[in-house]
């Protein structure tokens, strides 16, 4: 199974080496880093030209304030033909968490993009409805940020 994946790492690699950074293989999966500015056409590539028809999920990750680059979007794309599962990889700095909507390539993007917004503060540029989706309004910062308190922020004190 793997070896057909990397086939389409190297698919992705052939129409464009800048899309590909480092391959990680793990467990029977495969993992490609791709840069920031690359994800979209990256996946209207695998999209359009391979079969990867459905978003299965996108999550982020906050790997600590400790660690550069701090945050990681995950694409776990899936292909209903050839039935293979592939995940991309955007890494992020704290300093600039953005990265371009995939609303474009796959519909069902738009809610796990608003919840890795509401819940990391990651910003996906071009979103049609960049809003919070799980948290209120007025909640004060994400949740899962590795930062954030355990009790949250206290509204007032109790002296």
Same mark, same amino acid.
């Given at each position: 199974?793997?070896?057909?994946?990397?086939?389409?790492?190297?698919?992705?690699?052939e129409k464009?080496?800048?899309?590909?950074?480092?391959?990680?293989?793990?467990?029977? *999966?495969?993992?490609?880093?791709?840069?920031?500015?690359?994800? *979209?056409?990256?996946?209207?590539?695998?999209?359009?030209?391979?079969?990867?028809?459905?978003?299965?999920?996108?999550?982020?990750?906050?790997?600590?304030?400790?660690?550069?680059?701090?945050? *990681?979007?995950?694409?776990?794309?899936?292909?209903?033909?050839?039935?293979?599962?592939?995940?991309?990889?955007?890494?992020?700095?704290?300093d600039a968490?953005?990265?371009?909507?995939?609303?474009?390539?796959?519909?069902?993007?738009?809610?796990?993009?608003?919840?890795?917004?509401?819940?990391?503060?990651?910003?996906?540029?071009?979103?049609?409805?960049?809003?919070?989706?799980?948290?209120?309004?007025?909640?004060?910062?994400?949740?899962?940020?590795?930062?954030?308190?355990?009790?949250?922020?206290?509204?007032?004190?109790?002296?």
């Amino acid at each position: 199974m793997t070896e057909k994946l990397l086939g389409f790492v190297e698919k992705l690699r052939e129409k464009n080496a800048d899309w590909v950074g480092d391959v990680i293989e793990a467990f029977g *999966e495969v993992t490609v880093i791709v840069p920031s500015g690359s994800i *979209e056409e990256a996946c209207y590539f695998l999209r359009d030209e391979h079969g990867f028809n459905m978003l299965a999920d996108l999550c982020g990750c906050d790997r600590g304030p400790e660690e550069e680059p701090r945050f *990681e979007v995950n694409y776990h794309l899936f292909s209903t033909t050839h039935h293979s599962r592939l995940r991309l990889k955007v890494l992020l700095s704290e300093d600039a968490p953005s990265v371009a909507t995939v609303t474009d390539v796959w519909r069902t993007a738009d809610w796990h993009e608003r919840e890795t917004y509401d819940l990391l503060g990651i910003n996906f540029e071009g979103h049609p409805d960049l809003r919070r989706i799980l948290l209120p309004s007025d909640f004060d910062g994400h949740a899962l940020r590795k930062d954030y308190p355990l009790r949250g922020y206290e509204p007032y004190s109790m002296n």
